[in-house]
């Protein structure tokens, strides 16, 4: 079944447990810092996993010490939908472990 494009207040209410998540042009977004260019890398891989995993792909960026995420569900005529919040949740979750603030 194709996912359902979540109302403003759904996603207002789903961004309130996703810490530093924010809707920026329409797509779900959080940039992280990391203590070194290679832990940036590393978080990298874990959420291209994740991702694979969830079948569902943000855009990412990798900069010296960041990770910028963007992610909006295609299938959806790019609309937020809750893959993108599952997907949020999952690097959320993931993030501590390689010191991502
Ligand atoms: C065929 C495959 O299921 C789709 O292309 C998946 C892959 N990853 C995806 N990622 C995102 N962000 N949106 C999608 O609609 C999407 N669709």
Not at 26 to 40: C, E, M, Q, V, W
Request: glycine residues 6%; charged residues 25%.
């Amino acid at each position: 079944m194709a996912a359902e494009p979540l109302s403003q207040k759904e996603i207002e209410d789903r961004l309130a447990e996703l810490p530093g998540w924010s809707l920026d042009d329409g797509r779900l977004t959080r940039s992280y810092r990391l203590d070194s260019h290679f832990a940036a890398a590393a978080l990298v891989v874990h959420v291209a996993r994740i991702q694979d995993e969830l079948n569902h792909h943000a855009e990412i960026t990798l900069g010296y010490d960041t990770v910028g995420l963007a992610v909006s569900t295609h299938s959806a005529g790019g609309a937020i939908t809750d893959l993108d919040i599952a997907l949020a949740r999952r690097v959320r979750d993931a993030a501590p472990a390689h010191g991502a603030r």
